[in-house]
T-cell receptor, first 114, second 116 residues
Framework: KAGVTQTPRYLIKTRGQQVTLSCSPI?????VSWYQQTPGQGLQFLFE???????NKGNFPGRFSGRQFSNSRSEMNVSTLELGDSALYLC?????????????FGPGTRLTVT | AQKITQTQPGMFVQEKEAVTLDCTYD???????LFWYKQPSSGEMIFLIY??????QNATEGRYSLNFQKARKSANLVISASQLGDSAMYFC?????????????FGQGTRLTINP
């Protein structure tokens, strides 16, 4: 069974630009979550999608948005990039939102904002 | 609110020794799950082991075991017979109920270095 895939793996953008990251979950998984990882803040939850609906959102500004398609693939978008948005963005998929179901992570997209 | 605390920023261990990585948690949910993930320098988070709050026995997965002490709210990861490939960041995480089940709350992580 294929794992979670994320594209692109690396991105370099300039302040003020926008960026779209893509995540394809494990086949059969309908829940997709996004996390931001930085040296200073650690791993922080961005949002979670299930059946094309955003069900939970972390404490991030409105510049961060996402969506999920009918095939469970998800995208996240960051508009008006700031230097502080430089981070590793991790996508995770899960079969369901139950406490016992682990989230499987993709390799991440490393975003650098200059 | 849920919180995970990992008090060991870094650990250095000799190859083949056992190592314990500490994790304490705080939650008001009666039902929750505790997870450990390994993150090598490549960045991918690798699931290692899961412990449910109602599980009577400590979880084990190969060389990994979880020392779950519910009353102390601790969920320490034990790696037996460490190997050079175990060098990585290790994160303890929690998942709760309801909306809390839709996300993992992570600790700050422990960087484990295995010396030959």
């Amino acid at each position: 069974k294929a794992g979670v895939t994320q594209t692109p793996r690396y991105l370099i953008k300039t302040r003020g630009q926008q960026v779209t990251l893509s995540c394809s979950p494990i086949s059969g998984h309908r829940s997709v979550s996004w996390y931001q990882q930085t040296p200073g803040q650690g791993l922080q939850f961005l949002f979670e999608y299930f059946s094309e609906t955003q069900r939970n959102k972390g404490n991030f500004p409105g510049r961060f948005s996402g969506r999920q398609f009918s095939n469970s693939r998800s995208e996240m978008n960051v508009s008006t990039l700031e230097l502080g948005d430089s981070a590793l963005y991790l996508c995770a998929s899960s079969f369901a939102d139950r406490v016992s179901y682990e989230q499987y992570f993709g390799p991440g997209t490393r975003l650098t904002v200059t | 609110a849920q919180k995970i605390t990992q008090t060991q920023p870094g650990m250095f261990v000799q190859e083949k020794e056992a190592v314990t990585l500490d994790c304490t948690y705080d939650t008001s949910d009666p039902s929750y799950g505790l997870f450990w993930y390994k993150q090598p320098s490549s960045g991918e988070m690798i699931f290692l082991i899961y412990q449910g709050s109602y599980d009577q026995q400590n979880a084990t997965e190969g060389r990994y075991s979880l020392n779950f002490q519910k009353a102390r709210k601790s969920a320490n990861l034990v790696i037996s017979a460490s190997q050079l490939g175990d060098s990585a960041m290790y994160f303890c995480a929690m998942r709760g109920r309801g909306q809390g089940a839709q996300k993992l709350v992570f600790g700050q992580g422990t960087r484990l270095t295995i010396n030959p």
